[in-house]
């Protein structure tokens, strides 16, 4: 996973591991699950830009966990969650661009 999301020009800010952060408080996870928080900060920094309310959905996160031997990966697309709060000019063709790495990360993994 971290060299997809390098090679496609994002970089990794942080990983949550919910296993090891509830074993940490006591509690128990069968399954492994990871977040991924990534940007680009070349788009991210046009984006708040251009609309600082787009903050709350930045960085865009991939989740990658195992259940039942099938490791599934997921993300939202930045297309239709920037969009949603924000109409300003610009934002569809940035978060497509943004979205165009994610779907280059998740492919880079099949």
Same mark, same amino acid.
């Given at each position: 996973?971290?060299?997809?999301?390098?090679?496609? !020009?994002? =970089?990794?800010?942080? &990983?949550?591991?919910? /296993?090891?952060?509830?074993?940490?408080? $006591?509690?128990?996870?069968?399954?492994?699950?990871?977040?991924?928080?990534?940007?680009?900060?070349?788009?991210?920094?046009?984006?708040?830009?251009? !609309?600082? =309310?787009?903050?709350? &959905?930045?960085?865009? /996160?991939?989740?990658?966990?195992?259940? $039942?031997?099938v490791t599934?990966?997921?993300?939202?697309?930045?297309?239709?969650?920037?969009?949603?709060?924000?109409?300003?000019?610009?934002?569809?063709?940035?978060?497509?661009?943004?979205?165009?790495?994610?779907?280059?990360?998740?492919?880079?993994?099949?």
């Open positions: 996973m971290e060299g997809s999301i390098v090679a496609n !020009d994002l =970089g990794i800010l942080q &990983v949550h591991d919910f /296993r090891r952060l509830l074993q940490a408080k $006591g509690m128990s996870l069968e399954h492994n699950c990871r977040v991924y928080e990534v940007c680009n900060p070349r788009l991210t920094a046009q984006l708040i830009d251009i !609309d600082p =309310g787009l903050a709350h &959905v930045l960085p865009c /996160r991939i989740s990658m966990h195992d259940q $039942g031997g599934t990966v997921t993300t939202p697309m930045p297309s239709a969650l920037m969009t949603e709060f924000s109409h300003a000019a610009n934002v569809a063709r940035l978060a497509r661009t943004f979205e165009a790495g994610l779907q280059r990360v998740l492919r880079g993994l099949l």
